[in-house]
């Protein structure tokens, strides 16, 4: 089984994956689309990409791409804890506060906000396609006097020197992943199994007062439990939106086909992201 995953070696992606297929054929792709794009032409089975962290909210590219771009289903869903960690090469250990650029995915630079405006306050800040590219591209060019922004393995993998460990802004770091595949099958995985859940994307009839009420209504008389509502842009205009719903539930015989045909009576469109088991990492 070929997996894709968000590379290079030793981003939070591999990971997880790490964790979660140690025995499979892992394949690096260097952005989330080019991982969703793996799937859809048939050069992998599954990809696995960051879906949200507890600090910084959603990737955007991750939802937007499942709604606009493809038609791929979540498998499974693997939450790990994120530690950050400040890197230089070893050339420039020591002196650390001549960075001259502190580079790494967006999401870890802004897990490390706070830190970042104390100790490096205008010091340029650069993103990379991810946490692991920016340990590489430091690793790299030791000329440079850059940092990075990842995790331990990075920093091994990478041979670069921790000179700050820790630098998340906030002790609950968590971020889920999901595992994508083009047919919808919950992929049962050898991992703490948390809740079973099931991720639907709606688009309101235009200009319906009261229409979201009442898409909550159709869940909230079945007593079925979101774990996440958020809006996102259509791309349509502004003002227009779609909802990505998490149910804190399987698919059933009885309950979530009710509350579809319910939403889509109600005039929205409904489109099945993927009903899959939730997975705990650990550390
Ligand atoms: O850059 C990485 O190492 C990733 O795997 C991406 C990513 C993300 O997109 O949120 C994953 C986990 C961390 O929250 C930071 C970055």
Redesign the pocket.
């Known amino acids: 089984m070929k997996i894709a ?2 590379g290079p070696q ?7 994956v790490r964790k979660a297929f140690p025995d499979e054929h892992q394949v690096p792709c260097v952005t ?1 689309p080019d991982c969703i794009e793996a799937v859809i032409e048939d050069e992998v089975d599954y990809a696995v ?2 879906l ?2 507890a ?2 909210g959603s ?1 955007h590219i ?1 939802v937007d791409y499942l709604f606009h771009e493809a038609d791929l289903s979540i498998v499974a869903e693997l939450t ?1 804890p ?1 530690q ?1 960690h400040l890197m230089v090469h070893p050339e420039n250990s020591g002196g650390e506060r001549r960075i001259e650029k502190i580079m ?5 630079l802004a ?1 490390c906000h706070k830190f970042l405006h104390k100790a490096y306050r205008g010091t340029p800040l650069e993103q ?7 340990a590489k591209y430091v690793s790299e060019h030791p000329g440079e006097k850059n940092a990075a922004i ?2 331990e393995l ?1 920093a091994k993998e990478y041979g670069l020197s921790i000179s700050h460990e820790n630098i998340h802004d906030f002790a609950y ?1 968590h ?1 889920r ?1 999901i595992v994508l595949h083009k047919k919808s099958h919950p992929l049962a995985i050898e991992q703490n199994k948390s809740e079973d859940k099931t991720t639907l994307m709606v688009t309101l009839p235009k200009d319906r007062s009261g229409a979201l009420h009442q898409v909550l209504s159709t869940f909230a008389w079945r007593q079925l439990n979101l774990s996440k509502i958020e809006s996102r842009p259509l791309k349509t205009g502004l003002g227009d939106y779609f909802f990505l719903i998490d149910v804190a539930h399987g698919m059933d015989e009885v309950l979530l086909p009710g509350a579809i045909s319910e939403m889509e009576a109600l005039g929205c469109e409904v489109k099945m992201i993927g009903t899959y088991s939730s997975y705990m990492l650990d550390q």
């Open positions: 995953y968000l030793a981003s939070f992606t591999d990971l997880a989330i990409v960051p949200e962290n600090l910084e990737v991750t790990s994120i950050q790494s995915h967006s999401h870890a897990q990379t396609t991810s946490t692991a590219a920016a990842g995790n990075a770091n971020t992943f």
